[in-house]
Nanobody, 116 residues
């Protein structure tokens, strides 16, 4: 089993930046493709971005040009650099693998609040 620990969230003003991290641990850690997801209050969890084993990246339209996903295979860690944050980015952010059928148990997530 794999455990995820997300960190780096916080309260930031519109236009600000945050860098999220997610570290994976466990006896079955061999993750090379990652994804970030988020869940806003009262809404379903949604995909935000993913990165393949080869380093190719994909983003949902609303974050393109503002968010950057990256990974460190040696540290089994994935990052999400978030710039030009907007109030609609407010959510709890989670990491996992990109394939739904292969999802591990979710971590506790990290809260991102964008507000003035």
């Amino acid at each position: 089993q794999v455990q995820f620990v997300e960190s780096g969230g916080g309260l930031v003003q519109p236009g600000g930046s945050l860098r999220l991290s997610c570290a994976a641990s466990g006896s079955d850690v061999s993750i090379y493709a990652w994804a970030w997801y988020r869940q806003a209050p009262g809404k379903q969890r949604e995909w935000v971005a993913d990165i393949t084993s080869g380093g190719a990246t994909n983003y949902r339209d609303s974050v393109k040009g503002r968010f950057t996903i990256s990974k460190d295979n040696a540290k089994t860690t994935v990052y999400l650099q978030m710039n030009s944050l907007k109030p609609e980015d407010t959510a709890v952010y989670y990491c996992n693998v990109p394939v739904r059928s292969a999802w591990y148990d979710w971590g506790q997530g990290t809260q991102v609040t964008v507000s003035s």
